[in-house]
């Protein structure tokens, strides 16, 4: 889906839906097919992929910003977006942004965050205050509007309150420092005791889990059935 959606925004608007969708994602689905998408059988793959494509297909028949100029962040080694939050302790912010349509009445952009998800994301999430973080700080144009896009179930974006960037940015410093500290004296304590947000990892760790292959910039490992669920520089371009 991400990948489906996200290769969009580099297409100019009167070209982005001239090639069917449903055939691109046939394309990406054939490079997560079976073990490569951690599938326990072909009856689970099938289910997941027609949700997919249900998804698809109200993006194709409530297209809404993709059919709006956008705006892509470029990174000149290919790497995710990102900037030096504290340059003094090396703590670096990075993320990949969904969607930047562009807002041509004032200049500015509306980061938009795909959801495939059936679960609406938490009041607290930092996630939209990172992604506002790093746009403000990786393009020139202000951030006017920011959103979730649930698209199993809704037909737009759900518009949420723009986060207070200077609250957020000591938000993250905090846990960055936290992070930093333990691993400078080898000690990762969870703040939990404990959850399932560190158990894929431990199984990677342990020799559990099975090295399936690399894509892009990650590691793609499958865990097995019953152990727990899936869970630099930028340069400014013109709005295509």
């Known amino acids: 889906m991400h990948q489906v959606l996200e290769a969009l925004s580099i297409i100019k608007v009167e070209d982005r839906l001239k090639e069917p969708l449903l055939e691109q994602y046939e394309k990406a689905w054939e490079k997560i097919s079976g073990e490569k998408g951690g599938f326990?059988?072909?009856?689970?793959?099938?289910?997941?992929?027609?949700?997919g494509a249900i998804m698809i297909n109200r993006v194709i028949f409530h297209p809404g910003p993709i059919e709006r100029k956008a705006v892509k962040l470029v990174s000149p080694d290919s790497l995710p977006p990102?900037?030096?939050?504290?340059?003094?302790?090396?703590?670096?912010?990075?993320?990949?942004?969904?969607?930047?349509?562009?807002?041509?009445?004032?200049?500015?952009?509306?980061?938009?965050?795909?959801?495939?998800?059936?679960?609406?994301?938490?009041e607290d999430s930092l996630q939209l205050p990172i992604y506002a973080l790093l746009v403000k700080n990786c393009q020139s144009r202000e951030v006017s509007k920011i959103s979730y896009w649930y698209l199993e179930t809704d037909n737009s974006p759900k518009e949420m309150k723009l986060p207070d960037l200077e609250k957020?940015?000591?938000k993250i410093l905090e846990i960055a420092r936290e992070i930093r500290e333990a691993r400078l004296k080898g000690k990762m304590v969870c703040p939990k005791g404990g959850c399932f947000a560190c158990k894929p990892l431990e199984m990677i760790v342990a020799g559990k889990a099975t090295f399936?292959?690399?894509?892009?910039?990650?590691?793609?490992?499958?865990?097995?059935?019953?152990?727990?669920?899936?869970?630099?520089?930028?340069?400014?371009?013109?709005?295509?």
């Open 40 to 51: 326990k059988n072909p009856q689970q793959e099938l289910e997941f992929k027609n949700r």
């Open 82 to 122: 990102r900037f030096y939050v504290s340059p003094q302790e090396h703590i670096i912010l990075c993320g990949k942004i969904d969607w930047l349509e562009y807002i041509p009445e004032n200049n500015s952009v509306h980061i938009i965050d795909f959801k495939t998800g059936l679960s609406e994301e938490k």
């Open 168 to 170: 957020s940015k000591e």
């Open 212 to 240: 399936v292959e690399t894509q892009d910039y990650q590691d793609i490992f499958t865990i097995p059935k019953g152990d727990i669920g899936i869970v630099s520089p930028v340069e400014d371009t013109e709005p295509f």
